[in-house]
């Protein structure tokens, strides 16, 4: 059992369109954190959200942690193949000292 | 800077035999962690250190696995003996302990099958 499950799974979409990811807990944590990973590579950090509520834009990305600081959800707006890719949420425990990852979701974005 | 070093990228072997995966992690971090990852069940923590301790070995799948930690710049995961649903791979991170950021650092990871 994941202790974060993250939806949809996959996801194939034409580029120009927009998505959103989530990542659902029944768990609080500290932080919560987004990779992005390509194949043959290790999960690479995209952003940290701390604080219940917090929204974070990184370019087309936009990141947001619940008020409870159990969910969080990642959108993208007009989608384009570079961001093709495995994305990771992650939760930190109180003392920053485990990451607890989701399943995943696969985007495939097609030109 | 380099980043995470893991050796071997790729390793094969036949089952019974041992297999010893390595990580350098970054200058000045404090934290190492081991993650093992496969279609199934995607990233699992396997153990974790902090200032070359082990805090946290319970995702250690069985006595099969070990990992040791004998100074901060050096690290291995070792499995004796293998069996092919060890098949995997395994990641190395690194992490610095202040701040409430707490961000990984992975290596590129060794994929290991058993045969």
């Known amino acids: 059992t994941q202790l974060l499950e993250q939806s949809p799974q996959f996801l194939s979409i034409q580029e120009g369109e927009n998505l959103t990811v989530y990542c659902n807990s029944s768990s609080v944590f500290s932080s919560l954190q987004w990779y992005r990973q390509e194949p043959g590579e290790g999960p690479v950090l995209l952003v940290t959200v701390v604080t219940g509520g917090e929204v974070k834009k990184l370019k087309r990305l936009t990141f947001q942690f619940g008020d409870a600081r159990k969910d969080s959800s990642l959108h993208i707006t007009a989608a384009q193949p570079g961001d093709t890719g495995l994305y990771l949420c992650a939760g930190a425990s109180y003392n920053f000292n485990k990451f607890y990852f989701g399943s995943g979701t696969k985007l495939n974005v097609k030109p | 800077d380099a980043g995470v070093i893991q050796s071997p990228r790729h390793e094969v072997t036949e089952m019974g035999q041992e297999v010893t995966l390595r990580c350098k992690p970054i200058?000045?971090?404090?934290?190492l962690f081991w993650y093992r990852q496969t279609m199934m069940r995607g990233l699992e923590l396997l153990i974790y250190?902090?200032?070359?301790?082990?805090?946290?070995d319970s995702g250690m799948p069985e006595d099969r696995f070990s990992a040791k930690m004998p100074n901060a710049s050096f690290s291995t995961l070792k499995i004796q003996p293998s069996e092919p649903r060890d098949s995997a791979v395994y990641f190395c991170?690194?992490?610095?302990?202040?701040?409430?950021?707490?961000?990984?650092?992975f290596g590129e990871g060794s994929r290991l099958t058993v045969l």
């Open positions: 200058s000045g971090h404090n934290s």
């Open positions: 250190f902090n200032n070359n301790v082990p805090i946290d």
């Open positions: 991170a690194s992490s610095q302990d202040r701040g409430r950021t707490g961000e990984l650092f």
